[in-house]
């Protein structure tokens, strides 16, 4: 089944512990991307990647890191979560970001910060 | 800044009558369209695309585009209770040159009441 997965699906942590979330799609697409969903605020972009090795900022990077070394994964990293990172976010990809390309969803992970 | 504006809502329709939901953006390079239907607490799901001026229409959808006016908009005929959601707009593009995403609205509720 062609999907998006994304781990854990909910995270309570405390301020300043490093984390990862998870981010890995079985559809050999090219262009992966992270956003963040806060009520009012809408859908925000963190980071995305064209590509392997080829990574971005978004919109509201800071606080973030990302990697992409493998096409398939597309790791975020929280280095010291601060309780302003708390949301819910979701990662997505599409075979490329051009065209009638579609960007495909993950199930999201709810991350609270203490 | 490219932005993406849909009306607020909540909008509540009786079963069986046509929902309404408009969006303009502000990018007049922007190519491709997306309607996305979120339930609460759960990732976007694509319903429609489009590319060009017009309408297209896939069962109960049809979404219209006017890039003159900027405009985009989704009808949903014969509303039906499992159709209450939010709906959002997206638009592709770089964003003031730099950053490939989509831009999405803030999201307009629909209830349809039976």
């Known amino acids: 089944e062609a999907q998006v997965t994304q781990n854990p699906r909910y995270l309570i942590t405390v301020t300043g512990k490093k984390l990862t979330v998870t981010c890995s799609q079985n559809m050999n697409h090219e262009y992966m991307s992270w956003y963040r969903q806060d009520p009012g605020l809408g859908l925000r972009q963190i980071y995305y990647?064209?590509?392997?090795?080829?990574?971005d900022k978004g919109d509201v990077p800071e606080g973030y890191k990302v990697s992409r070394k493998e096409k398939r994964n597309f790791p975020l990293i929280l280095e010291s979560p601060s309780p302003n990172q708390t949301s819910l976010y979701f990662c997505a990809s599409s075979l490329s970001f051009w065209g009638t390309d579609t960007q495909y969803f993950g199930p999201g992970t709810r991350l609270t910060v203490l | 800044q490219k932005e993406v504006e849909q009306n607020s809502g909540p909008l509540s329709v009786p079963e069986g009558a046509i929902a309404s939901l408009n969006c303009t953006y502000s990018d007049r390079v922007s190519q491709s369209f997306f309607w996305y239907r979120q339930y609460s607490g759960k990732s976007p799901e694509l319903i429609m695309s489009?590319?060009?001026?017009g309408d297209k229409e896939d069962g109960r959808f049809t979404a219209q585009l006017n890039k003159a006016s900027q405009y985009v908009s989704l009808l949903i005929r014969d509303s039906q209770p499992s159709d209450s959601a939010t709906y959002l707009c997206a638009v592709n593009g770089r964003s003031g040159g730099s950053n490939y995403k989509l831009t999405f609205g803030k999201g307009t509720l629909l209830t349809v009441n039976p």
């Open positions: 990647s064209m590509n392997v090795e080829v990574t």
């Open positions: 489009i590319y060009s001026n």
